[in-house]
């Protein structure tokens, strides 16, 4: 891979993670709102949404983005809050719940290419055997 490629994907990595913070924090305020206020406010994909694009609007290093890949980032992030809502309501298990979504730190990006994400044989065991018995 390109060092500019490198860059570009490194920048859009960190507008994406930007747009997953934002929606934590969103979600987080709108929730000790309710909590304080007794109201019955919600922070779905819809709000989330016209969040982004008023974001995209006045902010314009996220704006040279691609909204198609930070759309995405708000589904995936209402998924992972739905299916910890879920797993709440279920009564499931500490140990068994998926937790709220919180904030991303910024680290290095990781590329998982073709040769890193195949299976590696395991030395030892029955199917990862390296040697026939």
């Known amino acids: 891979m390109s ?4 860059t570009a994907l ?20 709108v929730y000790l709102h309710n909590k304080a206020t007794g109201e019955k406010r ?21 704006g040279e983005g691609s909204s198609v890949v930070q759309r995405q980032v708000i589904r995936d992030f ?3 809050r739905a299916k910890a809502h879920k797993d709440i309501e279920a009564r499931l298990p500490m140990a ?21 994400a195949a299976p590696r044989p395991r030395a030892g065991g029955r199917r990862g055997r390296l040697t026939p018995r």
């Open 3 to 6: 060092s500019a490629a490198r």
């Open 42 to 62: 919600t922070c779905g994909p819809a709000q989330l949404d016209r969040m982004l694009t008023a974001a995209r609007k006045t902010i314009r290093w996220l």
């Open 78 to 80: 209402g998924r992972s």
């Open 96 to 116: 068994r719940r998926a937790g709220m979504p919180t904030h991303k730190k910024k680290r290095g990006p990781t590329l998982r290419t073709a040769a890193a």
């Open 10 to 29: 490194a920048a859009e990595w960190d507008r994406c993670r930007w747009v997953w913070n934002e929606c934590v924090a969103k979600s987080r305020a």
